[in-house]
């Protein structure tokens, strides 16, 4: 393979940092005075090209891809207990790959416990529970 220079190379990292910049959507929904949920939608594009890349090692080999598709769903359901939920689709088309799974990243949920005796709510060490999962 022979690298690309000059004032062609420069264009084409700029063009590929151009496309390849993450892109994200973000909504807040309000259910009621202690309730909201926020919906976040996170896409990283990708381009790829390579000089005799291709199988028959003459022709450019080129892929365009969603390097990262990601959904996180978070929100309180009380104003002492909040959620938070990730899922990732990785490299979804990458070498014209389109069944590439859903996973979730991350997931956990937090909760306060009321402390009577100072009749305020307390965060102690216990009170907060985290569940995490990763794909293998």
Known sequence: MR???????????????????????????????HTHVNLDFLLQVQAQAVEKGAPDGDAWSTDFFLRRTRLLVSGAVWKDITFFWEVDQPNFGKGGKWDTAFFTQDAFMSFKVFCPSLARACRAPWASARWTTTAV
Do not use: D
């Open 3 to 33: 690298k690309v220079s000059g004032v062609v190379g420069a264009l084409t990292v700029l063009a590929v940092m151009a496309v390849a910049a993450p892109g994200a959507l973000a909504q807040r929904i309000e259910m009621g005075e």
